[in-house]
């Protein structure tokens, strides 16, 4: 086939804010995932019955206690009734375990109180999951009758295993018939770029790999919840962390505790250099529940008070709050999205009164906000449209020309989800090249499409609830997906203006080519679905010079089934190679089942 660019023209230039991430807590991307808190249900929220993931070690019976609350907001304690004077306590098992690796510290805290007559320390300490092996622990002592918050530091030994088959215990010996209380048990690791209450590293490195200009959140049906109770609450996710009562997150079937509130996400951006993109609720819920009008009004102000809690100035009510919450810079929020996937509400409602309600409120107080709306509506003009689309490699292949033709006179297009489908619990390498293929016909079109983020970004490969996910891990470690790599290849290798790119010739091949005003670099993607390799003669004409050496990043692999998995982390990464004889025109051949980004000097 022959590849015509366009060299010397640039048709529009590459938003700056093109590659964003979106996310939610779905498949325990946060709780037991991002958000790295290693013990399951560590405030005794879970479930109003039993101390889910809590069991007891030696002679001691465990059950909640609604009579003994920390607080408020959580509601009731684990009590722990010990019965001999032998080693006893209770014991969590973490998010499918606890991982162990050589030195690795731990920051413990609780609060605990125990009756009358107990003595002694309390023993915190990460052990085998059969109890055979301490790897680390320490003694807390001062447990009295009334909650006090303790804290320990806990340090791996260098000749400890690498495994996620241990526990953490609480212990206590020679109390027969004593009782301890215990709430909000932390058990964190080391944090990326040891922020307090911060983020998992191993993942944020790999986030920081695909350079996102914005991050959608936080969600997703998980903003919306199943019904307009279980929302995200905002309110409720912010402020210290034993304050946060947690919700059920019944959109994907389990608890979050909120570790990752408002203040979390929000400093997930700042660690990336990453702008928000805020979700605020809207009115509507998963199982079809809608806010009548005459109700809305405080779910509108709860918007108006969240933009501000994140953007404020620190006199004003909500940013003071946030002040008060550790971060007194306010973030830069440009984008707010009303709501999420409204097209379902049949009622009629978003267009009817939610969207113009939430758009005239916001764009009051804050008049250069841009409003996302997420389905078509023609009550107001929405600044952006978030559409979004899960679909088969083969469909994304053939639809990279999508929006070739769409109107340019409406709303711009953010594409806010978007995922080929093949692999699981996460995309294959088919799906990459279906992923390339959709992407170059987004960044082709980016004088429309200003924004894009993939769908969903993380999956514990323990709960593999969603079919395909760009990032697996487990308690140990992760990987990136071949659409992961895919992504990174094209994140990372572009110019800021896109140029004119034609290919003519078999193999269903899609092309988007750019240049870097300030370098004159010229990248081109050439993304080949076909199980042929294919030489490509590239024409660049209007083009000043091209050095004879350039680059070619190619991300393929023998079979489209191939795939990256926790055990087999790099089956499926880029290569880069150095390649000779370039010039205004040139031949290069793709191999089959595979992305290409040709950088050109
Ligand atoms: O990405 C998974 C889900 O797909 C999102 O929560 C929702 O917005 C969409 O339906």
Same mark, same amino acid.
């Given at each position: 086939g022959t590849l015509s660019v366009?060299?010397?023209?640039?048709?529009?230039s590459l938003p700056s804010t093109f590659f964003g991430l979106m996310t939610e807590d779905i498949n325990h991307s946060m709780t037991?995932? @991002?958000? *790295?808190?290693?013990?399951?249900n560590r405030s005794m929220?879970?479930?109003?019955?039993k101390p889910v993931e809590w069991s007891a070690v030696g002679d001691a019976a465990i059950s909640l206690d609604?009579?003994?609350? @920390?607080?408020t907001a959580l509601t009731r304690s684990l009590k722990v009734d010990i019965s001999s004077t032998a080693r006893a306590g209770v014991a969590n098992g973490g998010y499918w375990g606890v991982p162990v690796t050589p030195r690795k510290t731990y920051k413990v805290s609780f609060f605990a109180k125990a009756s009358a007559g107990f003595s002694g320390p309390l023993t915190v300490g990460v052990e085998s999951a059969d109890g055979a092996k301490v790897y680390a622990s320490a003694d807390v002592h001062g447990v009295g009758g009334d909650w006090k918050r303790f804290t320990a530091t806990l340090r791996t030994r260098?000749?400890? *295993?690498?495994?996620?088959?241990a526990r953490f215990v609480v212990s206590t010996s020679g109390n027969a018939g004593r009782t301890l209380w215990l709430d909000n048990v932390s058990l964190f690791p080391p944090t990326y770029k040891n922020v307090k209450n911060g983020l998992r590293p191993d993942l944020m490195k790999l986030f920081a790999g695909?350079?996102?200009?914005?991050i959608r959140e936080p969600g997703g049906n998980y903003l919306e919840g199943n019904t307009i109770g279980t929302?995200?609450?905002?309110?409720?996710?912010?402020?210290?962390?034993?304050t946060r009562p947690g919700h059920p997150d019944d959109a994907w079937g389990y608890w979050s505790? #909120?570790?990752?509130g408002l203040l979390e996400y929000l400093e997930w951006c700042e660690q990336l250099g990453a702008e928000p993109m805020l979700a605020v609720y809207a009115g509507y819920s998963l199982n079809g529940s809608h806010v009548a009008q005459d109700q809305l009004p405080p779910y509108v102000q709860d918007a108006l008070d969240e933009i501000e809690y994140a953007t404020?100035?620190?006199?004003?009510t909500w940013g003071k709050k946030r002040a008060q919450d550790g971060h007194p810079a306010p973030f830069r929020i440009r984008y707010v999205e009303v709501g999420?996937?409204?097209?379902? #509400?049949?009622?009629?409602s978003y267009n009817g009164y939610r969207f113009p309600m939430f758009y005239d409120a916001i764009k009051k107080a804050y008049p250069s906000m841009q409003v996302i709306a997420t389905t078509g509506v023609t009550s107001r003009t929405p600044d952006i449209l978030d559409d979004h689309y899960y679909q088969s490699p083969g469909w994304m292949n053939t639809h990279a020309?999508?929006?070739?033709?769409?109107?340019?006179?409406g709303p711009k297009i953010l594409v806010g989800e978007w995922a080929s489908q093949e692999g699981a619990p996460t995309p294959d390498l088919n799906a990459a090249i279906g992923d390339a293929s959709w992407l170059t016909g987004l960044e082709r079109n980016s004088d429309l499409v200003i924004q894009e983020a993939y769908a969903?970004?993380?999956?514990?490969v323990h709960d593999?609830?969603?079919?395909?996910?760009l990032i697996g891990f487990d308690a140990l470690t992760s990987y990136g997906s071949p659409s992961y790599y895919a992504q990174r290849m094209l994140a990372n290798k572009h110019g800021d203006q896109v140029i004119g790119a034609t290919y003519t010739g078999v193999g269903g091949i899609n092309v988007v080519a750019t240049k870097?005003?300030?370098?004159?670099r010229i990248y081109l993607t050439v993304v080949n679905p076909s199980s042929a390799s294919q030489p490509v003669a590239v024409d660049l004409g209007g083009v000043g010079h091209i050095g004879p050496k350039g680059t070619a990043t190619v991300l393929s692999s023998a079979h489209p089934t191939d795939t990256n998995t926790?055990?087999? *982390?790099?089956?499926v990464v880029p290569k880069t190679t150095t390649v000779t004889g370039l010039g205004s025109t040139f031949t290069h051949t793709v191999p089959a089942y595979s992305v290409t980004v040709l950088t050109l000097n």
């Open positions: 366009d060299a010397g023209t640039s048709l529009h037991g995932g @991002l958000y *790295p808190e290693l013990i399951n929220m879970a479930d109003a019955s609604p009579g003994n609350p @920390l607080n260098a000749d400890a *295993p690498t495994t996620a088959d695909l350079k996102p200009a914005f929302r995200f609450d905002w309110k409720k996710t912010i402020g210290p962390v034993w505790t #909120d570790g990752m404020g100035p620190v006199t004003s999420n996937e409204d097209w379902f #509400d049949r009622s009629g020309n999508l929006y070739d033709g769409h109107s340019r006179s969903p970004m993380l999956v514990n593999d609830r969603w079919k395909t996910n870097d005003s300030r370098s004159g926790i055990s087999q *982390p790099a089956n």
